[in-house]
């Protein structure tokens, strides 16, 4: 199974939207997917026609001391979810002092496999710029280490490039991460103009596929479907098309 870890500089980059849209790609590929979502904001599920008043979840299960395996849902075809899961006040104190040898043997467990096999973890983990306990970081260096692909959902707005560029610890952080722009709009000056700045100073890491600022994303979201489900003749539905297949293209001689 390869993996797949996608994460934005800061909260509201997009990495969401990039990993359940990625894995719909994937499926329109043939390849079976398992989308795990390391995100207290418990969104990617909402992408994968979970009902968002579902409260369950890995860390959910993790917490009450119950096998997280239950909480996969299945999104559609061969893709299949698992959520972070909803923590109320207690639950989530009991999970930030969770120890770091649970977290990251949850880590081993889920890149293991389990019945039925996937070919693609897509992990979308939390931003750079976010603050985690040690043990959620050790968990997070686990999936991030045995990586195929790390991906940077990069949106070409002034706040992502200051931050890449003058943040030393958040440019550490994206040493070992593909730049992905996502919501790149030519039409808006700024954007088209900061779009090429990243071309430009972050060139050798840039992914040579730009998803942009189509509609039918923030659509398909709202109607808790992948834009495949929704738009499928979007251009968005181009793009993570051709996104899926850069993954896999980029790959090619790495053993599953």
Request: contains cysteine.
């Amino acid at each position: 199974m390869r993996v797949v870890v996608v994460r934005s500089v800061r909260g509201g980059g997009g990495s969401s939207t990039v990993a359940a849209n990625l894995a719909a790609a994937m499926q329109q590929l043939g390849y079976s997917c398992l989308l795990l979502d390391l995100c207290q904001s418990n969104d990617l599920r909402l992408h994968a026609s979970v009902d968002p008043c579902e409260p369950d979840g890995w860390a959910r299960r993790l917490v009450a001391d119950q096998a997280w395996e239950v909480a996969v849902f299945g999104a559609g075809g061969s893709c299949r979810v698992i959520p972070f899961g909803e923590l109320d006040g207690d639950a989530y104190e009991r999970f930030l002092a969770f120890p770091q040898e649970a977290l990251v043997a949850f880590a081993e467990q889920v890149q293991a496999g389990f019945s039925p096999a996937a070919d693609w973890l897509i992990v979308d983990a939390p931003p750079l710029v976010s603050q985690h306990s040690a043990a959620f970081e050790s968990m997070l260096h686990a999936f991030s280490k045995s990586a195929s692909l790390r991906l940077l959902a990069v949106p070409p707005e002034a706040p992502a490039y200051t931050s890449l560029r003058f943040s030393t610890r958040v440019r550490n952080a994206a040493a070992d991460y593909h730049l992905l722009l996502n919501r790149a709009a030519p039409e808006v000056a700024i954007n088209r103009d900061l779009s090429l700045v990243f071309r430009q100073e972050f060139a050798s890491r840039m992914v040579p596929i730009r998803i942009g600022a189509d509609s039918a994303l923030a659509e398909a979201f709202a109607s808790l479907r992948t834009v495949f489900q929704y738009s499928p003749d979007s251009e968005a539905a181009r793009e993570f098309h051709a996104l899926a297949i850069w993954c896999q293209a980029s790959l090619v001689g790495e053993r599953s």
